[in-house]
C-alpha cells in the first residue's frame, strides 16, 4: 500500500508516515479511579532511536480522551471514541490530499504527504479500541479424539 501511495504522488514529494499511540493512563493517585487515554503521534521517518528518545520530544501528545462513565451502552462509546479520534486526526485531512511543503533534515524542502501507517496499543488498549471483550477465547466443544 506505501508503494503504491508513494508511487501515485508527484515527482519530488515524500510520504510522511504517521504513528499514532494510546494507552491509559491514571489521573489520580489517591483515589485510583481517575483516567483517561492519551493519544500520541510520532512520525515514522524518524529512527527508532530517535523515536524513543526520552530527551527527542519525538512523541506529541495529540489528544486526551476521557474515560466514559459507566452509563452508557457499549455502542455510545463506540461511536464517541470514533468521532473523538476523527475530531483529533480531522488536521491531518487536507495535508493528505494536497500535501504540505516540509523543511527536512538536510536542509531541502519537499513536499510531504502524512499517512496514518500505525497505530500501536496494548492488548487491553486494542480490545477496548475495537470492541471486543477482554480475554475472551473461542472454546471447541469437540472432543479432540
Known amino acids: ?42 512520525i515514522g521517518n524518524l529512527s527508532k532511536a530517535k523515536r524513543r528518545s526520552v530527551k527527542s520530544n519525538r512523541l506529541i501528545l495529540i489528544g486526551l480522551l476521557p474515560r466514559c462513565p459507566n452509563g452508557p451502552k457499549n455502542h455510545t462509546i463506540k461511536i464517541a471514541y470514533q468521532e473523538s479520534m476523527a475530531t483529533i486526526l480531522r488536521p491531518l485531512e487536507e495535508p493528505a490530499k494536497s500535501g504540505i511543503m516540509v523543511l527536512c533534515a538536510d536542509i531541502r524542502t519537499r513536499h510531504a504527504y502524512p499517512w496514518i501507517a500505525s497505530f500501536l496499543a496494548d492488548y487491553p488498549e486494542q480490545c477496548n479500541i475495537t470492541g471486543i471483550k477482554y480475554g475472551w477465547y473461542p472454546h471447541c466443544e469437540i472432543d479432540p479424539d
Do not use: C, N
Not at 501515485?8 to 483515589?31: A, H
Open 1 to 42: 500500500m506505501a508503494d503504491t501511495f508513494q508511487e501515485s504522488l508527484p515527482d519530488g514529494s515524500t510520504v510522511v508516515p504517521v504513528i499514532l499511540g494510546r494507552d491509559k493512563t491514571m489521573l489520580s493517585t489517591l483515589s485510583g479511579d481517575k483516567s483517561a487515554w492519551p493519544v500520541y503521534l510520532s
